[in-house]
């Protein structure tokens, strides 16, 4: 069965718990739940990881290869900081998309840059949860898998 690794980066450990007025009251646990659903409708496994330890994220990345047909990643602040995490997606040579709960190029300036946008096939962001469904049907568009729907 096609799989994808859905890894999160930095403090999204406590989604739900802080900040609700910026990232709701959904936690990361409840984003688990919607990705493996989303997964199970359109027939893909779902690996779940998360780390706010930058190596741990790049050896996810690098481990993905051969294992995963893509990753959709939030890597939290290190999306605006990381060289490191571009390089590992580009040598990976896994397809990825970012993803964010909050609109980024809505707040601080500082936010607007990814390091993580010019090596992924996309990015979706301000959808709170919901961006990670669409990622993963996006996916499920990219790689050619059908949607379990009845055609309408
Ligand atoms: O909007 C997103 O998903 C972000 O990746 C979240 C990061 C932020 O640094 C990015 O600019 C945008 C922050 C994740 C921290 O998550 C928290 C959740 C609840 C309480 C505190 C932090």
Redesign the pocket.
């Known amino acids: 069965m096609t799989s994808l690794l859905i890894l999160n ?4 450990n ?7 007025e ?2 709701g009251r959904t936690t990361l646990e409840d984003v688990r739940r919607l990705c493996e659903a989303e997964g199970a409708r359109l027939g893909m496994a779902i690996a779940f990881a998360q780390s706010n330890h930058e190596g741990v994220l790049i050896d996810a990345i690098h481990g993905a290869r051969g294992v995963h047909a893509g990753i959709v990643l ?4 290190y ?2 900081t990381s060289v490191a995490l571009m390089d590992a997606i580009s040598s990976a040579a896994v397809p990825l998309i970012e ?6 190029h809505a ?1 601080e300036a500082f ?1 607007h840059k990814s390091y993580i946008a010019p090596v992924a096939l996309g990015q979706i ?1 301000g959808f709170g949860a919901v ?1 990670y469904a669409l990622a993963i049907q996006a996916f499920a568009a990219h790689l050619g898998l059908q949607s379990g729907e009845p055609a309408a």
């Not at 980066?9 to 999204?12: Q, T």
């Not at 939030?74 to 602040?77: D, E, L, S, T």
């Open positions: 980066g930095p403090n999204l406590l989604l739900g718990t802080r900040q609700p910026v990232y939030n890597a939290g602040a999306t605006h993803v964010h709960l909050s609109n980024i707040r936010r962001c961006g």
